[in-house]
């Protein structure tokens, strides 16, 4: 059996598919808790962290992300956060790469180790502090011999700059991802000029993260590829965007939107909008092309289902969706049989049934970003009276 | 350790919660193809369906029912379906059957079998032939040990009595459901006579599910009461509705949207819309409460939740869940911290982010139902040119 | 010259198209005070509502109703109302009778006198002193030899029957048109047997005006014709519903939305609304068919080229409307040339430009009427305080 | 009495208030087709005209603005239109001349002449004939002493100098306007340029009328500002946008939108968004603040009641309009007075009553502009087989 082909590689030969969302979906399966939004179902719920992996794998997933989503130290011990002190950092990032490292293996997966941005940074303790958090994930990763590295949900160009450089260090593939749209950064750095630094910092691939929309995150990518090509620079490119529309959202993303996170419902895609999605990242050039908050397997499955020549096969899932809308032609009432087909399907503009709601939210913008003191951490529960406070301040 | 309570016993004592919807969830996760909707994934990927299972356990169901949905042998051959073929009608019920009794052991859940309309009903041949598809299933059932049958997503009173009289004699506590709304049946029986002609078949609970949102199925449920309450009939209600939104839906419910099945995202309830759907169906006095399609682990823990205190306890699923959003406390984002409280979420009217889609839609209403030339069904393949005629048809 | 027609004899020979509000309309133009909505314009600016005559007969009325809407003296003295010390209700009823007249004449239109219901009647005077009101009304409209009385805009069948009975005493044909929708009366009396009691009071014309749009409106004419039907009463019908879309209105109709009167615009109909509202009115055997609030010139211009076969003559006002946008052959761009036709204009769905508003409103619903003391009415103004305690009442 | 102070100097000590839109107004009231667009009402039916100038006098208007928009020769003997050939150009100018010089003389108010962009230079026959076609109607202002020039409604900042140097030649104080949005002239020359090009042509005024909603448009009047400053042009500025919300139109404005002309109604602003357009207007320094296109006259008064304090008086018309719903303290109904306030107002997002319809609509966008073959201009009418041409490509 030939050796599995590393990140770089399959960049270069074609497009790899990145995986979905694993917060979101586990948050709605019971196993994550909104607010924290930390991972530390890989030790309690190792069976539904692994079946999730699998259905990403299943709809066509080239990478199997390891879990570790905030699973820096800072983070799993914020704000009365126990998973810190229960089950450590090293624990749970090394419970994660062994997760992904099982389920890569059940197919031709490649394996990442994933970092984010952190309290430590967001309270303004500086670089060293900041660049320790990350060491003490990377020095996992690299035991568990993970095939590369993301560092990706970063705000601020700034601390993305000293995740690189931490990640490079490893002598991995890296691949840098920011949660920005086409505003660029929270400190006021262009989009395009992001995708110039995190290149300059050495990443191999990169690009954007969450926070918005396929087409919002896109029109990001367009300005990051420009900047690129007018700096020379020859790197891949990635995109991962929310499931959710967000045209509304300001420059923070859907964080700010009124919904976020227990009333995004209305906004989540069809996988008819992935299908869009993944056409034109790949038109753009984009050749890592996955999904982060919301995307659900049926959402990836579509990505892999556009791009199938591109590719050359269709995910094992397929075996259970046949191509747009096919699988209608089995259904026992005419009228659906009847939308069994392209034309249907991609001109469909589906209604929400709530006519009492909008389309669109004036979202929260409080233009607080790090440095400001409102966004200093600290690892005590927040309290009733400093959670009025902030609603008094809302108003 | 005590035996465990039965069915009817936990309805005369307090509130039973069903589970969510296996069809939706799994054709999301790969497992199921929209069409067909047949459960032979309980033979092809047993893991996926035992962890669905799990998940609805932990979100606080109290029942396991075994995913036999469709699982009629000519249902399971129909329009070019092969799985009859491949894994026989015994060979699904039957493993769908373990896998629910597995789960329910890992807490005090109950586990149910379960049938549907079927195919030979639709296509007009007759009593006979009708309950021998039933009949085929409950042998499977029985020797499974269920503790109830559950006859449930029937269009025609008609059909479901057939059902319930071939449920009725395995002697097990039988609870039967339309998927109608307040408007009736397909033939026009109204819902208050469906519910009493599901009670004088021997039904010992009835009630609705699937085809229409929480509220829409509710307005149903009042008839169906009213209608038990002046026959003086005591039997206990059930109520398991989709989970999105349906103003707009004519007779036959959501399968009429132009939005069903690929493009029903924006009308997706949140977690917020359970509570309130919970809280009026226990105040109707319906006992048996829980979900069909689009119901999502996280639904199914709202219901729970809203009912904490009928049912003394938390599922536990809520360890990941604060109510009424009190794990946004511990947030990052000052302004996200100021969503946690329950005015916040319970107020909320979320936007679809699509400002280029209607809310409502109108549905297909072909008004062909069973009996109609055109709902006859067959074991072949649908062709290309058949869909074609559907499709002129349509318009 | 043949005497003119009077309005049995054109009801029988065919239809009879009223004419728009005058209210909403010279409000918009700055001649009536929202609030009061009484009708001084016609002693301090005859040549406004003159204008507003002219624009109607142009549009295709055949009545010339004078504007006499809230013209009672208790109305024109309520809650700091000037007009009945300034201008007496003589002198504003007998100016407003003079107008009419004056545009009537200009072409072969009818003229007429209207009494609506009065704060005397809400504040629970009782019969007497309520008819007092009406006669005084009813004694300039005989002077001034009126071609017919309307008796529209009451809420409650009680006060209708005593102002039938008033006017039937004149000798002079009687229109009665309640302003209800499918839900019938204040007090609860259903649409139909609304209709049947104004006809059996003696109205010769019975119908629904104002408070729904005229979708909804006709679905109380419906119900308003079985009753007729089952009762073998031979009437004929007039409707005169408002140009604003109400499908949320509850029983009270648009006086409920949070839109009313000053944020109503994006529920404006189109022309093409009324093409479908005409064709529907008339197939229902609806002979007397005009507007309420909101109908400009335009809208009744609609109705009469709909109605072009059935009258024989399309109104003047078409000389500057070619049907169904025949006008758009004659623009300058092509792209709006293309729209010039039926077929694009009839299936138009319009956007409201808006994508922060929703599409339905919560009415407000505070469930009091005619008897309760919230709504006995007073001489003085309104104070600041009694406002603020209605806000307070409101949250 | 002293006499009437002109337009430039009252710009210098305080804010003009414009009218609104005639077009559009005179089309509902049944004087004007839609299509052609060409003012022979001046002549037909002068008490029309003469009726709405007051209204807007009325209402606050500063400004009385001959209704002679599209009264070029070229324009009146368009496709068919017969104005020309029956009233001629002079005539038409004339009539329109003298009624608003009688509206203006009964208040304060100036008088001023227009000219439009015409079919002349869409048809690309050079600046020679295109200043021919203005000169003829310039002569007619002249020789009635209009107070002042107006040139709106271009689309190319080409046309719009050679109007600016035709009018220049009066010594009249030059209004320049052109139909653009933020994106600047079909030609894609920059807002910001043409504001600078209208000004060294001479203009005394500069700005944007008509094509796009108050708010649009006073984007496009930031970037005018901004350009203005940067060169040091010291002008004053003018504001007249539509009633219309356009959050969707593309470079074009309205005219690109599906609803264009007959649709529009969802689209109507509110007296409450020019509250709000008056006072974003006046803050940017814009002194010349009027409407166009749905602009009635109470979206004007909305305006001078804004402004009240800047211009020291209410207008006339106020006294039928209490400030911010005053008025509704004097409704018969409680939850109706419940609504008189300015929180109320200010805050309302009204509904469409229209649940089948989106908030926003996709614009034609053909793409096509002067100098292009489907835009040259002809004498004879448009023949149904180029109507359906023009279908099939917009298809």
């Not at 709601?357 to 200093?376: E, Q, R, Y």
Request: aromatic letters at 8%.
């Amino acid at each position: 059996m030939a050796p599995k082909k590393g990140l770089m590689q399959r960049l270069d030969e074609g497009v790899v598919i990145g995986d979905g969302g694993f917060v979101f979906a586990l948050e709605k399966r019971g196993y994550v808790k909104a607010g924290p939004w930390t991972p530390e179902a890989v030790i309690e719920h190792p069976e539904a962290v692994r079946q999730l992996h699998r259905e990403f794998l299943r709809a066509g997933s080239d990478v199997m992300q390891a879990f570790t989503f905030y699973a820096s130290d800072d983070k799993l011990a914020n704000r009365g956060n126990e998973s810190s002190a229960k089950h450590t950092c090293r624990g749970i990032n090394d419970a994660a790469c062994r997760l992904a490292r099982e389920v890569a293996e059940e197919g031709d997966g490649l394996m990442a180790g994933g970092l984010s941005q952190t309290p430590t940074y967001l309270s303004g303790l500086g670089k060293e502090k900041t660049q320790k958090e990350f060491q003490n994930q990377i020095d996992v990763f690299v035991e568990n011999k993970v095939d590369f590295l993301i560092a990706e949900y970063f705000e601020h160009i700034e601390e993305m700059e000293w995740a690189v450089e931490a990640c490079v260090k490893s002598g991995l593939p890296v691949v840098a991802s920011m949660c920005i749209g086409p505003d660029g950064d929270m400190h006021g750095v262009t989009a395009g000029e992001c995708g110039v630094r995190m290149a300059k910092a050495g990443a191999h691939v990169v690009g954007i993260n969450c926070h918005f929309d396929p087409f919002v995150t896109l029109d990001g990518m367009r300005k990051i590829k420009t900047a690129l090509d007018a700096e020379g620079l020859k790197v891949h490119m990635i995109a991962q965007p929310l499931a959710f529309h967000t045209p509304d959202a300001g420059k923070q993303g859907f964080i700010d939107l009124p919904e976020f996170p227990f009333g995004l419902e209305p906004r989540i895609c069809t996988r008819w909008d992935m299908h869009r999605y993944a056409r034109e990242a790949y038109d753009i050039g984009i050749r890592f092309i996955g999904g982060c908050c919301g995307f659900e397997p049926y959402h990836i499955r579509a990505v892999a289902e556009e791009l199938e020549k591109e590719r050359g096969c269709l995910p094992k899932g397929s075996e259970k969706h046949e191509q747009w809308a096919g699988g209608l032609k089995m259904h026992t009432k005419p009228w659906v049989r009847a939308r069994a087909g392209r034309d249907y399907w991609e001109n469909i503009k589906p209604s929400s049934g709530r006519p009492y709601c909008a389309a669109m939210s004036k979202p929260d913008a409080w233009g607080v970003t790090a440095g400001h003191s409102d966004l200093k951490q600290k690892t005590m529960h927040t309290t009733d009276d400093e959670i009025k406070a902030l609603q008094q301040k809302k108003k």
